[in-house]
């Protein structure tokens, strides 16, 4: 987790990079100790995560986080995966 002086909080996953705006020491109150509870948690998806935003009320935005430690084909099917989520989600989202 990093944090700039905009009031961004940056969430790295694996092939996600979670861009959370916040606007007071209460949203960034709540970033913190959601990142201490899910630290141990293998599984934790990006669906937990959009969730967890919506229900908050903590702004986001969501990029592709290319690994130079991959291959071409495996950041490639990375990609569509982090797609297929994120227009899930999004799906879900407009449903409700």
Not at 15 to 20: G, K, P, R
Not at 48 to 72: E, H, L
Request: proline content about 1%.
């Amino acid at each position: 987790m990093q944090r700039n002086a905009a009031g961004r909080i940056m969430i790295e996953c694996p092939t996600t990079i979670f861009h959370l705006y916040v606007h007071n020491e209460d949203e960034v109150s709540k970033v913190e100790i959601f990142m201490r509870n899910t630290r141990h948690i293998k599984n934790l998806g990006l669906i937990d995560i959009y969730k967890w935003c919506n229900r908050q009320g903590i702004a986001y935005d969501t990029s592709f986080n290319y690994q130079k430690k991959y291959s071409v084909w495996k950041n490639i099917k990375s990609y569509i995966r982090y797609s297929s989520q994120k227009h899930k989600y999004q799906l879900q989202l407009e449903a409700v």
